[in-house]
């Protein structure tokens, strides 16, 4: 059974930076899409960013693009996320979750880890 867990998630201040980890276990990481997303409380879950299984191929929401990096490690298993220049906006839960296709919508994701907090203060 594959299982995702995240890691990294805390409380910063805006402007700061803060990088997320999520580890596959249960399955060949390197046939798997993955993605981030995240979800603020009383909110539908956002489309953070999307990295295809080989890592060619990388996609992002449209208000993240250029502050966040997706990124994988086939060794270690692991898909990141570097955030960068946090705003108090982006405080939520972030989860990581393998699809296939690594795309846009939730409903392509069959497995999903945890989630782990990001919350920033202004």
């Known amino acids: 059974q594959v299982q995702l867990v995240e890691s990294g998630g805390g409380l910063l201040q805006a402007g700061g930076s803060l990088k997320l980890s999520c580890v596959l276990s249960g399955g060949t990481f390197s046939t798997y899409g993955m993605g981030w997303f995240r979800q603020a409380p009383g909110q539908e879950r956002e489309f953070v960013a999307g990295i295809s299984w080989s890592g060619d191929s990388t996609s992002y929401g449209d208000p993240l693009k250029g502050r966040f990096t997706i990124s994988r490690d086939k060794v270690k298993n692991t898909v990141y996320l570097q955030m960068n220049s946090l705003k108090a906006e982006d405080t939520a839960v972030y989860y990581c979750?393998?699809?296939?296709?690594?795309?846009?919508?939730?409903?392509?994701?069959?497995?999903w880890g945890q989630g782990t907090q990001v919350t920033v203060s202004s």
């Open positions: 979750g393998a699809s296939r296709w690594a795309g846009s919508s939730p409903r392509e994701y069959v497995y």
